[in-house]
């Protein structure tokens, strides 16, 4: 039988080397993703990553696991779009299974204006070769009918998109199948380090500082923190477009298999789904101050509660298990910043607002060839650094959950 096992070993603890090719920031989703295709892409093995708390401790292991490409504009569909199809394969490539199940995502519509809105995306996603289609109140009940297409009696529902193509995975997995693969490769991944500061010599970034005084070298710094990105960068000397806002969510003890995939309200700003451990999950919108405080609130909790009940009328008899706030960098166009700074070998991955998880495949991919080629790729080119100096913002707050 012990031939049907094997024994692994996820992560090493390893010292901290005096030099690295690369330091990433941050032992998220996204900025494990970066190391990892770093080394398995551009063999960049010599690369650290430095946690101040444990891998997926901040917004990663705070997300409402959806997966999707289904959004506004023509620089984030194509983006998403491939970032879905890596997702696909994602457990192969990493060896370790991430629970990526492809389950649909629906998205109803209880005003003209949201269903016109939908309609839009649904043309523009298909021109870039994304799935998305829109319904009427009958077609919902034939992929969902456990809408209440009456909204509680005060808000009916008029129609919804529906994205065959939305899929969730469970992201503790996502963070140690990335995090073990890039270990697999040479990276360090160091775990309870946090970063205390940036070396600079002139107008470029040559290291970083770590707790109880290390000074480590790097070729490149990458900074890939989500919501205290701003904390980050005036160790830089940067100020950046960014604000930080919490965004809540709720899960119920588990609850016998009912719903499959994402049911959203576009108009009453809640998403429901189901882990695979039979919770039922629900978000909302972002808050509207600013704060890094992770307490989430009982206001928050009736309030969604209230909400997913009148499009999901079932979820009356389910007992909420616990709450969790995480914190979103938002930008002034809701896209995220993928690029090298003004600083010269400061790197950002950040202003990912409420998509980080969904996009960190190819937000990885795509900013290891940035930083081992120095040439930008063509689908992060539009989210650039620089775009807010000359004017050239990718607006998508609807897509973003913060209209």
């Not at 997926?56 to 292991?61: D, P, Y």
């Not at 016109?116 to 969902?144: P, Q």
Request: hydrophobic letters at 40%.
């Amino acid at each position: 039988m012990s031939g049907l096992f094997r024994k692994r070993t996820f992560l090493r603890h390893s010292g901290v080397k005096p030099r690295y090719d690369v330091v990433v920031i941050g032992g998220g989703v996204n900025g494990l993703s970066l190391a990892y295709n770093l080394a398995a892409s551009h063999g960049i093995t010599n690369v650290a990553v430095f946690e101040r708390a444990y891998i997926g401790s901040g917004g990663s292991g705070r997300n409402t696991q959806v997966v999707r490409a289904n959004y506004n504009t023509p620089e984030t569909v194509p983006l998403y779009k491939r970032s879905l199809e890596i997702w696909r394969t994602l457990s192969a490539e990493l060896d370790l299974n991430i629970l990526f199940s492809t389950q649909g995502e629906l998205d109803l519509c209880h005003t003209r204006d949201s269903l016109e809105i939908e309609r839009d995306k649904s043309l523009l996603n298909r021109a870039y070769g994304v799935h998305t289609d829109v319904l009427t109140v009958d077609d919902v009940l034939k992929v969902c009918p456990l809408v209440d297409v009456t909204g509680g009696g005060e808000l009916p529902v008029l129609g919804a998109s529906y994205h065959p193509p939305g899929s969730i995975a469970r992201h503790d997995s996502v963070v140690w199948a990335y995090a073990s693969a890039a270990e697999r490769l040479g990276v360090d991944v160091h775990e309870g380090r946090a970063v205390t500061g940036l070396s600079t010599i002139g107008d470029r970034c040559t290291g970083v500082g770590v707790e109880s005084g290390l000074e480590v070298e790097a070729g490149a710094v990458v900074s890939a923190v989500a919501g205290y990105t701003s904390i980050v960068a005036r160790m830089a000397g940067l100020r950046l477009p960014i604000s930080t806002h919490p965004l809540q969510a709720f899960v119920t003890e588990p609850y016998a298999h009912v719903l499959d995939g994402l049911v959203s309200s576009m108009d009453l700003s809640i998403y429901v789904s189901q882990t695979a451990r039979g919770e039922l999950l629900a978000g909302a919108e972002i808050l509207p101050y600013n704060t890094y405080s992770t307490a989430s609130t009982f206001e928050f909790l009736a309030e969604a509660s209230r909400r997913s009940i009148q499009i999901l009328p079932f979820m009356a008899r389910a007992r909420a298990m616990r709450q969790w706030a995480g914190l979103c960098d938002m930008t002034p166009d809701s896209s995220p910043i993928l690029g090298e700074s003004e600083v010269d070998g400061f790197f950002l991955m950040a202003g990912m607002g409420t998509w980080g998880f969904k996009g960190s495949p190819i937000f990885g991919r795509t900013m290891a060839e940035l930083i081992a080629t120095g040439r930008t790729p063509e689908l992060i080119a539009p989210f650039a650094p620089g775009r807010f100096a000359v004017d050239r913002m990718v607006p998508d707050a609807f897509s973003a959950g913060t209209h």
